[in-house]
C-alpha cells in the first residue's frame, strides 16, 4: 500500500508490472544522498526482509565508493595538470635542496641558459652549478629560509659560453626540512643596468663640456665687449681716468 500523496510514483510502478519495490539512498561521506539502489518484484508481492535492506546496503556503499573515487582521482588529475602548465610557465629554474645542497630535484625552462637534464642534476651538489666562491652567500640564504614565515635570498654569477650570466635565487624552507629554490635570470636586467649607468655617465660628461663651452664662450665675449669699450674710451681721451676697465680686460685675456 502507499500513501496518496505517492499517487504518481504508484501509477509509475504499476505501468511496469511492479508489485513490491524496496529502495536504500545511497549516502557519500558527507552524509549527502547521491542515489538509490533497490529491488522489485514482478511475479507476486512479496514482503522484504531484513537480509534484503543489509545486501542493498553493502553494494551502495561499495557503488558509493567507487564514485568518490572516481571523483577524487578526477579531481586530483585536474590539479596536476593545473600545477604542471603553472609551473611550466614560470621562467625561473627550480631546485629542490635538502639541508647540505644536494639536489634531490631539478627543472629548467628550455629557453634557459642552464637546460640541463634532470637526471644530470639530480643527487649532484648545488655548488657544482653556482660555484663554491658563492658558499657564504648561499648559507646565509638558507639560515633565513630556516627562520619561520622568511626567505633567503641570493645572487651569483657563472660563466657560460664566455659570457658571464647573473642569477638571483630565492629560498624557502618546506615543511619536510627541504628548501625550494626559485632561481632567475637577471643577466638581462644586469646589462640593461650597466648600459643606463654608461648613458648617464655619458650625458653627465656632455652636460659638462657644454658648461664649459659655454662659460669660455661668454668669457670670451664679455672679453671682447671690454676691449671694445677701453678703445671707445681711449679714442675719447678718456682711456687714462678707466684704469677699472683696462684692469679687467687684462684678466679676462689672462
Known amino acids: 500500500d502507499m500513501p496518496p500523496e505517492a499517487a504518481a510514483e504508484k501509477e509509475i510502478l504499476e505501468e511496469q508490472d511492479i508489485l513490491s519495490v524496496i529502495l536504500v539512498a545511497m549516502r557519500g561521506r558527507e552524509g549527502k544522498t547521491i542515489g538509490f539502489i533497490g529491488f522489485d518484484a514482478v511475479r507476486e508481492v512479496r514482503p522484504w526482509q531484513e537480509e534484503d535492506v543489509h545486501l542493498l546496503e553493502v553494494v551502495g556503499g561499495i557503488l558509493v565508493a567507487a564514485v568518490e573515487h572516481r571523483q577524487v582521482m578526477t579531481r586530483l ?23 647540505k645542497g644536494t639536489i ?3 627543472r629548467a625552462p628550455a ?20 660555484g663554491m666562491e658563492y658558499h657564504g652567500s648561499l648559507a646565509l640564504a638558507m639560515i633565513e629560509a630556516g627562520q619561520q614565515g622568511k626567505s633567503g635570498e641570493f645572487e651569483y654569477m657563472i660563466e657560460i659560453e664566455g659570457q658571464e650570466c647573473y642569477f638571483e635565487g630565492r629560498l624557502t624552507m618546506q615543511k619536510d626540512g627541504e628548501f625550494l629554490a626559485l632561481i632567475r635570470d637577471i643577466t638581462a636586467r644586469r646589462e640593461s643596468e650597466a648600459a643606463l649607468k654608461r648613458l648617464a655617465l655619458e650625458l653627465s660628461s656632455a652636460e659638462e663640456c657644454q658648461r664649459r663651452e659655454l662659460a669660455l664662450q661668454l668669457h670670451d665675449g664679455i672679453g671682447q665687449e671690454l676691449t671694445g669699450l677701453l678703445f671707445r674710451l681711449q679714442s ?7 684704469p677699472g676697465i683696462e684692469e679687467a680686460v687684462k684678466i679676462l685675456q689672462k
Open 77 to 99: 588529475t585536474e590539479s596536476e595538470a593545473r600545477n604542471r602548465a603553472t609551473i611550466e610557465a614560470i621562467p625561473d629554474l627550480i631546485f629542490i635542496l635538502n639541508k
Open 111 to 130: 629557453c634557459s641558459r642552464l637546460a640541463l637534464s634532470p637526471d644530470k642534476v639530480r643527487g649532484s651538489s648545488v655548488w657544482s652549478i653556482i
Open 236 to 242: 675719447l681721451g678718456l682711456g687714462k681716468e678707466s
Open 104 to 106: 634531490l630535484e631539478f
